[in-house]
């Protein structure tokens, strides 16, 4: 059997309409996955367009629809549309059956269309009842609350509606009477920013969880207990959101107990309530979450206002002065995990920091705490080891500066930390939690000078860890840099860095006396060169010239150590002088008596032809020889000849040998002596050769 293969095939249009399978996206929507949002800015239309066929999410909102006939939604009724928005398209009436064509419909929002009245939206609802609608929104609608009944309804009663939104009207009682027909299903109603100011139950809601009922004119708690058995006609409710309301008096623990028995979220801020009992919230054992902030001006807490083991988020923002009547508030909440005290005010003539300390030591389990516009200047240190997870920090709008934050962090396990508006003028490594990952100091009045360089470094190498950079860092002071962005603010390390005195003048005694020590040292090293050309030069003033040709006096200069006398007077004279006819200058027979030695030496070298050094270890160790060596080979550099002529008497020791002999050993050729008699003639002869060559 052949098999059919199904292909979807996308073909773009002239007139640029995406074609999904058959049907195209309009050119006046746009179409992303099964959503489709159609935006007409007040133009007229009839019909809901044709539609991709794998849309699932209508958006056709700020058209002018008008009068909604039974047709109208036909170009989309084959759709498995289940998310349908109508939001201010100026319908003015809807037909009963118009819905029937979206069976599939689980959410519906008409709000802004100020055109219909409780009783066109009742007629509308017709077509829904048989829907598997889930969520419907009508606010900003203006609906009037003399008209609206309990057959306002009617027609949904057997739905599966759980959600309805009523944001936004003027409707101010006979809300339960509403929702009496879909008290059996509904999960979630709201009926924000209207004119209710009075709720009583008199029909049971089984499943509702979520109400909330904030802006409006509540003088009091609503009486979510059956008014017939008092048992509570929300058994499983919640989260209640009562805020900002004109309630003033709240019941005590047992309407709460009996009443709202799995209550975990509750929001009783923005009232005029002036006080909470003692315990009462105490036998809710579900509640998580309690907004009490921004209650009457002359707002105050009991001892056990708080006592709760499951409250986790407490949001209690308001102006008392929590140190004066409050100091143990939460000893009965240690299992808090987020506290916001904002507004809150820390005022104490004297051990503030201790009382701080005494106020949240029971928050073990603080993971979050806020302390915006408390004034705070200072925070005890300690408070970190006492709330380890502390991870997030908000100090925005207080009075601390940078000498309040010296340490402050230390010993903390802060990742994210707020403390714009304040009046830290520069931060430096000491001021910055170890293991921040994101931190703000905007508005701050940073003082841009060097003490500001650290933490401009800083920036550079973390600038993601530093919210609003850098748009929203500005220099203070000074009046140069004012008005400046801190991202343009740049100081050298040596600008702010001067060396200090004492430090150059130690650095200039050490190179005084470094040079000094250098200069001595090859003075040490060149100590005979020196003296050869201080001779020099002083023999040039004395009008001396150096001999040239047949002027010598001498033939041979022997530069040997005395200890060598022996061999010079029993070998060397007499076949050098006597058969020979060599005329040599011996030291101890031709230097002048009462002259300087070194002048003998270098007046004898100068005025002899050849220079003979008789080596022997005696000599390698004599200051004087070493002196004659260096002399003989200066002579041999400045004159280009070969003049230096060298005996080896015996082997030199290692130890002899220092860097003049072993330079003169390897750049002069040089003669062995020994007592055999035929090598001994031969010696004889090569130095003979050498001398007189």
Known sequence: MAKIALVLIIVLTGNGEILLGNTPCPSLCV???????????????????????????????????????????????????????????????????????????????????????????????????????????LTYLKLDPQAMSKKF??????????????????????????????????????????????????????????????????LSVPN?????????????????????????????????????PKIQKLYLGENKIKTLG???????????????????????????????????????????????????????????????????????SHS?????????????????????????????????????????????????????????????????????????????????????NQMSLKGNPFLCNCDLVWFRKWVDSNPNRLLGWPDDYICNLPQEWKGKKFADFHLSYLFCHPLNPYIIMAISIFSAVLVIFIVSFIIYKKRWHIKYYLYLLRAKKRGYEVLGGDDFAFDVFVAYNSDDRIWVISEMIPRLENKENLKLCLHDRDFQVGKLIVDNITDAMHRSRKILIILSNSFAQSHWCRFETMMAQLRSMNHGENTVVVVVLENILTKNMNNSLHLLLKSTTFIEWTNEKTAKEMFWERLVSALKS
Not at 380 to 403: E, G, I, R, W
């Open 278 to 348: 003692r315990n009462f919230i105490s036998g809710l054992s579900s509640i998580v979450l309690l907004s009490i902030e921004n209650m009457d001006a002359n707002f105050a807490l009991q001892e056990y206002s708080l006592n709760s083991s499951s409250l986790q988020y407490l949001y209690m923002g308001n102006k008392f002065n929590v140190l004066k009547h409050h100091r143990n508030i939460f000893n009965y909440t240690r299992f808090l995990r987020v506290l916001d005290m904002t507004g809150v005010q820390f005022v104490l």
């Open 153 to 218: 309804f009617l027609f949904l009663s057997n739905s599966s509606l759980e959600r309805v939104v009523f944001d936004e009207n003027i409707i101010s009682s006979n809300i339960v009477d509403i929702m009496s027909p879909l008290s059996s299903h509904l999960r979630e109603i709201s009926f924000k920013n209207n004119q209710i100011s009075n709720v009583s139950f008199n029909v049971m809601m089984p499943k509702l969880e979520v109400f909330f009922l904030s802006n409006n004119k509540l």
């Open 31 to 137: 179409c992303n996955g099964d959503t489709a949002t159609c935006d007409g800015h007040g133009s007229h239309q009839r019909y809901i367009p044709p539609l991709p066929e794998n849309t699932t999410s209508l958006k056709f909102r700020h058209y002018s629809l008008g009068y909604m006939r039974a047709d109208v939604f036909k170009n989309i009724s084959s759709l498995h549309l289940t998310k349908l928005d109508l939001t201010n398209d100026r319908i003015v009436n809807i037909e009963r059956l118009v819905f029937c064509m979206l069976p599939h419909l689980e959410f519906l929002d008409l709000s802004k269309n100020s055109g219909l009245n409780s009783r066109k939206l009742h007629k509308a609802f017709l077509g829904l009842q048989n829907s598997t609608l889930k969520e419907i929104r």
């Open 224 to 260: 979510v207990c059956y008014v017939h058995t008092k048992r509570p006609s929300c058994p499983i409710l919640k989260e209640l959101d009562l805020r900002d309301n004109l309630i003033t008096v709240v019941p005590g623990g047992k309407f709460f107990r009996h009443c709202l």
């Open 352 to 436: 503030m920091e201790e009382k701080m300390r005494q106020l949240f030591e029971p928050l073990t389990s603080l993971e979050e705490l806020t302390l915006n516009r408390t004034h705070l200047s200072t925070f005890p240190p300690s408070l970190f080891q006492v709330m380890p997870n502390l991870t997030k920090l908000y100090l925005n709008d207080c009075d601390f500066n940078q000498t309040h934050l010296t340490k402050l962090f230390a010993s903390s396990s802060l990742n994210f930390l707020l403390m714009d508006n304040n009046k830290i003028t520069s931060i430096n490594e000491t001021n910055i939690p170890i293991k921040i």
